[in-house]
């Protein structure tokens, strides 16, 4: 499966889309042994470890991605506010963070400061 990355997104902009990379690996290797672990195919011993990768991951997703201008973590908002069948496309296409409007682009100065004289 191929995900479209469009050129202006905010995790392409700031250099963090890698960060995306280990957390994806790490929930999606917890769903085959959930589903095993459902189907009553593997061991018990099994449980724990498939909980700790899916939480991991998500772990490293929401923690380790910041905004450089504000230091806030937008994957915390944009987990909150979208749709979960529009998650992993939401994540890797916003342009802009949701908390303050950077768009990891060196030209960003003038729109922020017009965007806080508004509020």
Not at 31 to 59: K, N, Q
Not at 78 to 83: A, D, G, Q
Not at 88 to 105: A, E, H, M, R, W
Request: with cysteine.
């Amino acid at each position: 499966m191929l995900i479209n990355i469009p050129s202006n997104s905010w995790l392409k902009n700031t250099g963090q889309l890698w960060k995306t990379v280990p957390a994806a690996i790490l929930i999606l290797l917890s769903f085959p042994l959930m589903i095993l672990d459902f189907f009553g195919v593997s061991d018990s011993r099994l449980e724990p470890i498939t909980i700790a990768l899916g939480v991991t991951g998500f772990a490293i997703l929401i923690l380790s991605i910041k905004c450089p201008h504000c230091n806030k973590r937008p994957i915390c908002r944009i987990l909150r506010k979208t749709n979960v069948t529009m998650l992993t496309q939401t994540i890797l296409s916003f342009d802009v963070c949701p908390y303050c409007g950077y768009n990891g682009g060196m030209n960003n100065e003038e729109k922020i400061k017009e965007d806080i004289r508004k509020r």
